[in-house]
């Protein structure tokens, strides 16, 4: 019986120890300012983090050293194993399920530490990896490119935990690193073929509709607005988006609509209703409905949460 209890207690003894551990192993800054989470960095050897529908208010970067799982992003799902660098925007939902023996590294980082708009001739990963409704929002990678990714955020870590001279430049620059290296894989692994692209075919049908979006997204929100600018039947272009994007075309209209509402209530000072009005819509109150349909939160929230005016600071 002494044998049973001691061995129970060895047992809960190694799972606090195993908690306290991963504690430590969480690298976490605040800002003094407003009290929230500027820049944080964990490990995680499960997938509780991720167990449930994400939404947070700052960039998400995890890198997925072993294990598998099956990724839920915006209105997609998509199946992971080892070797992957995922990336995640403000307020784009995600999350992880179906997991087994998963293992790797999370970076969260708020826009109010590091502006991606701000610093795009830097870096040009807005639209490449993050905001771009088009490809997977995340990339392959091998060995050598993986330990690379490790390394770099361990040398992260160890600032963070130091409290050391310039410790916020320093950590910009490891993460314009982080950033411009993953941007360049993802631009290897998703090359431009657009010169390439033969009249008639279905890579051509869809880069004319991605064309269409891009420019029409703000006077056009039906699927059959589009259908009938590029001449084809609303249901073909439907099957050929799914097929290609593993989305709707309401799916992918939606996600351009929000990214562009995202980018300008973050970035300028202008009124909920001027901000509808230029998106197409007439009503402020549907525009707010429809933002926080596809958000969890109003545009007023999300202002005062992921930023507000900075283009204008």
Do not use: W
Not at 199 to 214: C, L, M, R, T, W
Not at 260 to 287: C, H, M, P
């Amino acid at each position: 019986m002494i044998k049973k209890y001691k061995s129970r207690f060895l047992l809960l003894l190694n799972n606090s120890l195993d908690f306290f551990m991963k504690e430590i192993d969480t690298s976490t800054l605040i800002d003094p300012q407003n009290g929230n989470l500027a820049f944080k960095i964990f490990s995680f050897s499960d997938g509780n983090h991720f167990d449930h529908i994400q939404r947070l208010n700052y960039h998400s970067i995890i890198v997925i050293q072993n294990g598998m799982a099956k990724l839920k992003a915006d209105f997609s799902e998509y199946f992971l194993e080892q070797n992957c660098l995922l990336y995640f925007s403000p307020f784009q939902p995600f999350m992880l399920s179906d997991v087994q023996d998963l293992e790797g590294i999370c970076l969260n980082f708020h826009s109010d530490f590091f502006c991606i708009y701000k610093h795009h001739q830097e870096i040009a990963c807005n639209g490449i990896l993050f905001n771009n409704i088009y490809q997977k929002p995340f990339i392959i990678l091998n060995d050598e490119e993986l330990k690379g990714f490790v390394d770099l955020i361990d040398l992260m870590r160890k600032e963070v935990q130091s409290d050391s001279l310039a410790q916020h430049e320093l950590l910009i620059s490891y993460l314009k690193i982080l950033l411009i290296s993953a941007t360049r894989i993802k631009l290897s692994q998703y090359p431009d073929n657009e010169t390439e692209v033969q009249p008639g075919s279905e890579h051509y049908v869809i880069q004319n509709f991605k064309d269409a979006i891009e420019k029409h997204f703000k006077t056009m929100h039906s699927p059959s607005e589009y259908a009938n600018l590029l001449n084809i039947p609303v249901n073909t272009l439907a099957k050929i988006s799914k097929s290609h994007f593993n989305k709707t075309l309401t799916d992918l209209i939606t996600e351009r609509i929000v990214i562009e509402a995202k980018r300008e209530l973050y970035l300028t000072s202008k009124a909920v209703k001027q901000i509808a009005s230029e998106l197409g819509f007439n009503d402020e109150y549907y525009f707010s409905r429809f933002f926080k349909n596809n958000t969890e939160v109003s545009p007023k929230q999300f202002r005062e949460s992921a930023g507000f005016a900075r283009a204008e600071n």
